[in-house]
């Protein structure tokens, strides 16, 4: 393989863990625990970041409604750059947080599939961000678009990338968690990934049918996935 990572222990120093990285032609020496500890840092905090920007923005907006219209909505408009930093953003963040399971997971044997499905989950907000979407959630002949332009098109593409990999990496992190011995995270895993799917299918027909609740069906829906997520990392920087 041309990528190879190599551990090892320097029990005398007391620092913990460092790992040299062979790419190619160069190698590079770094701390691995400190970087841990960074990444993970970016995966605990981004929810609660996502989470408090889009209710903030959400308040300030004359006419929006928080109980029917989707969280992307929030993007559309004058101070619609917020939320779009705040997908991007955190986008970012996740990416970073991404690495850090990836490093973190060793102690649960490893894991491809995580940080690979947390990445995607990644690509998806940081799409989002970049393609702002065209539906506000509200019926109306003059909010609601006769045919539906490319970037809400792909923005719609985007928040599937959002939450089809959350979902399946609830179930992911359940069996590494099992197979551990770790009872609590595994049925607390399970039971995120059941909530997780419940939610996202009750809020996609909420908005199809332009439901009222539709839009705090979604809110919910989020939170779930993103405590699950910030709680994650907190326990894998417990561990270090």
């Given at each position: 393989?041309?990528?190879?990572?190599?551990?090892?222990?320097?029990?005398?120093?007391?620092?913990?863990?460092?790992?040299?990285?062979?790419s190619?032609?160069?190698?590079?020496?770094?701390?691995d625990?400190?970087?841990?500890?960074?990444?993970?840092?970016?995966?605990?905090?981004?929810?609660p970041?996502?989470?408090?920007?889009?209710?903030?923005?959400?308040?300030?907006?004359s006419?929006?409604?928080?109980?029917?219209?989707?969280?992307?909505?929030?993007?559309?408009?004058?101070?619609?750059w917020?939320?779009?930093?705040?997908?991007?953003?955190?986008?970012?963040l996740?990416f970073?947080?991404?690495?850090g399971?990836?490093?973190?997971?060793?102690?649960?044997?490893?894991?491809?599939w995580?940080?690979?499905?947390?990445?995607?989950?990644?690509?998806?907000?940081?799409g989002a961000?970049?393609?702002?979407?065209?539906?506000?959630?509200?019926?109306?002949?003059?909010?609601?678009?006769?045919?539906?332009?490319?970037?809400?098109?792909?923005?719609?593409?985007?928040?599937?990338i959002?939450f089809?990999?959350?979902?399946?990496?609830?179930?992911?992190?359940?069996?590494?968690?099992?197979?551990?011995?770790?009872?609590?995270?595994?049925?607390?895993?399970?039971?995120?990934?059941?909530?997780?799917?419940?939610?996202?299918?009750?809020?996609?027909?909420?908005f199809?049918?332009?439901?009222?609740?539709a839009?705090?069906?979604?809110?919910?829906?989020?939170?779930?996935?993103?405590?699950?997520?910030?709680?994650?990392?907190?326990?894998?920087?417990?561990?270090?």
């Open positions: 393989m041309p990528f190879k990572r190599y551990c090892y222990y320097k029990a005398s120093s007391g620092r913990g863990s460092r790992a040299m990285f062979n190619g032609s160069f190698n590079v020496l770094i701390n625990m400190g970087i841990q500890q960074i990444l993970l840092f970016c995966g605990m905090v981004a929810g970041l996502f989470v408090v920007v889009f209710l903030i923005e959400g308040s300030l907006r006419g929006y409604d928080v109980m029917r219209q989707p969280v992307s909505a929030v993007a559309i408009g004058k101070r619609g917020v939320q779009r930093t705040n997908f991007i953003l955190v986008g970012i996740m970073a947080y991404a690495f399971l990836d490093m973190a997971l060793a102690a649960y044997g490893g894991s491809f995580i940080p690979f499905l947390v990445g995607l989950y990644a690509v998806g907000l940081i961000g970049i393609f702002v979407t065209d539906k506000t959630g509200i019926p109306s002949k003059e909010t609601a678009p006769k045919k539906r332009d490319v970037g809400g098109t792909i923005h719609d593409l985007c928040s599937l959002v089809i990999p959350l979902f399946i990496a609830c179930f992911v992190f359940a069996n590494l968690f099992a197979v551990s011995g770790s009872l609590v995270w595994h049925i607390y895993s399970v039971a995120t990934g059941i909530l997780f799917g419940i939610g996202f299918i009750l809020f996609a027909k909420g199809a049918r332009n439901e009222k609740f839009g705090l069906l979604q809110r919910l829906t989020i939170a779930i996935g993103w405590i699950w997520l910030a709680l994650i990392a907190a326990h894998l920087l417990a561990l270090i």
